[in-house]
């Protein structure tokens, strides 16, 4: 059994900012990429920012200057890093990652959300 918890999210105003983290626990063998995606009321799904296991990035044109993510392979966690935040990020944050199990293969493992709320 494998999990991904989030915390980290909540209410804040336009221009300030919020760490994200994400846990991943369980039957783990090795954690392969990770990243984060978000869900806005009525919109869909959408990559926020992804991050290998050896450290290379890839950001969403629209957080790329404000969101950074890295990861510490050690705590099987990733972060977000998000300031200068905007109205228009306000949405659920999903955790991502593809991870190999001791008996599973490679499969992508989803968290539960956190709302990030930001008021103008």
């Known amino acids: 059994q494998v999990q991904l918890v989030e915390s980290g999210g909540g209410l804040v105003q336009a221009g300030g900012s919020l760490r994200l983290s994400c846990v991943a626990s369980g039957s783990i063998f090795r954690v392969n990429a990770m990243g984060w995606y978000r869900q806005a009321p009525g919109k869909q799904r959408e990559l926020v920012a992804s991050i290998t296991s050896g450290g290379s990035t890839n950001y969403a044109d629209s957080v790329k200057g404000r969101f950074t993510i890295s990861r510490d392979n050690a705590k099987k966690t990733v972060y977000l890093q998000m300031n200068s935040l905007k109205p228009e990020d306000t949405a659920i944050y999903y955790c991502?990652?593809?991870?190999?199990?001791?008996?599973?293969?490679?499969?992508?493992?989803w968290g539960q959300g956190t709302q990030v709320t930001v008021s103008s």
């Open positions: 991502n990652a593809d991870i190999t199990g001791w008996v599973r293969p490679s499969y992508d493992y």
